[in-house]
T-cell receptor, first 113, second 112 residues
Framework: QQQVKQSPQSLIVQKGGISIINCAYENTAFDYFPWYQQFPGKGPALLIAIRPDVSEKKEGRFTISFNKSAKQFSLHIMDSQPGDSATYFCAARWTSGFNKFYFGSGTKLNVKP | DADVTQTPRNRITKTGKRIMLECSQT?????MYWYRQDPGLGLRLIYYSFDVKDINKGEISDGYSVSRQAQAKFSLSLESAIPNQTALYFCATSVKGFGELFFGEGSRLTVL
């Protein structure tokens, strides 16, 4: 049973468009929600993260929207660029002294020039 | 040089063989993890370790074992590899109390 459900599996966006990736979770014990970006041949790297006490966090062209009541969060990439083409993973951290994360299934983003 | 180094980067082996994937880090982090990545399944936690004396099973530990030889070294072993263990394996580190995971570049394992 997947703790964090992510959609879509793949996404094609034109340069300059908005890319939106959605995630949902059930467990209210999760206390931290990061997004990781992975380029081919590389390991995932932290892109942006949010805590459940805020509804939105923005860093440059990347924004996380968080809906605690709906148990959903999403990544918005504004003005998408070909260099944003990568696989994106949402994740949720189990509340504990240990950083135990559950990851979504990933979204492969292709931004066409 | 990478902060989290995995060896080998690619390995092809046969069913029944013993395989070890190694991870070393220069970040000085106390926490280390092994994840497995499969298409459509994302990243799943195999084992994690607080420190040298603390090893914990993750979501999918069956068929795997680990060894934390030192604060900076964490190895994953497949005692008798099987084809459905064909996957991309990642080592990661983090510090206590902070949310970010730092991943290595991955070890691609193919079991024939």
């Amino acid at each position: 049973q997947q703790q964090v459900k992510q959609s879509p599996q793949s996404l094609i966006v034109q340069k300059g468009g908005i890319s939106i990736i959605n995630c949902a979770y059930e467990n209210t014990a999760f206390d931290y929600f990061p997004w990781y970006q992975q380029f081919p041949g590389k390991g995932p790297a932290l892109l942006i993260a949010i805590r459940p006490d805020v509804s939105e966090k923005k860093e440059g062209r990347f924004t996380i929207s968080f809906n605690k009541s709906a148990k959903q969060f999403s990544l918005h990439i504004m003005d998408s660029q070909p260099g944003d083409s990568a696989t994106y993973f949402c994740a949720a951290r189990w509340t504990s002294g240990f950083n135990k994360f559950y990851f979504g299934s990933g979204t492969k983003l292709n931004v066409k020039p | 040089d990478a902060d989290v180094t995995q060896t080998p980067r690619n390995r092809i082996t046969k069913t029944g063989k013993r395989i070890m994937l190694e991870c070393s880090q220069t970040k000085g982090h106390d926490r280390m993890y092994w994840y497995r990545q499969d298409p459509g399944l994302g990243l799943r936690l195999i084992y994690y370790s607080f420190d040298v004396k603390d090893i914990n099973k993750g979501e999918i530990s069956d068929g795997y074992s680990v060894s934390r030889q030192a604060q900076a070294k964490f190895s994953l072993s497949l005692e008798s590899a099987i084809p459905n263990q064909t996957a991309l394996y990642f080592c990661a580190t983090s510090v206590k109390g902070f949310g970010e995971l730092f991943f290595g570049e991955g070890s691609r394992l193919t079991v024939l």
